[in-house]
Nanobody, 126 residues
Framework: QVELVESGGGLVQAGGSLRLSCTAS????????MDWFRQAPGKEREFVAGINKGGTMTYYADSVKGRFTISRDNAKNTVFLQMSSMTFEDTAVYYC???????????????????WGQGTQVTVSS
């Protein structure tokens, strides 16, 4: 079992930056690819960014490419999402997720996620 806990959410102005963190329990963190998803009010949960087990490959949704950066520190069992140039459309609950598979050219489906964090609210104001 892996428990994921997100932190770093909050209120940020449009054009600003925010850094999310997700820390995993246990000793199996490096066995999982990690992803960030988000869900805005009234919308489906959508993929944001993914990173492979070793942190050498990443994949981003087109909507955040060039603005968001995913990274991980396996020694600290933590994955990060650095968000910049944020817009109102980035407002959502952000979830970190762990999966046994990583796709270099596409996002995982929701059914392929093994563990979910509880989510952290990100609100972008104008």
């Amino acid at each position: 079992q892996v428990e994921l806990v997100e932190s770093g959410g909050g209120l940020v102005q449009a054009g600003g930056s925010l850094r999310l963190s997700c820390t995993a329990s246990g000793n199996a963190f490096s066995s999982y690819a990690m992803d960030w998803f988000r869900q805005a009010p009234g919308k489906e949960r959508e993929f944001v960014a993914g990173i492979n087990k070793g942190g050498t490959m990443t994949y981003y949704a087109d909507s955040v490419k060039g603005r968001f950066t995913i990274s991980r520190d396996n020694a600290k069992n933590t994955v990060f999402l650095q968000m910049s140039s944020m817009t109102f459309e980035d407002t959502a609950v952000y979830y970190c997720a762990a999966s046994t598979l990583f796709y270099s050219h596409s996002s995982p489906t929701l059914r392929e996620i093994d563990y979910w964090g509880q989510g952290t609210q990100v609100t972008v104001s104008s």
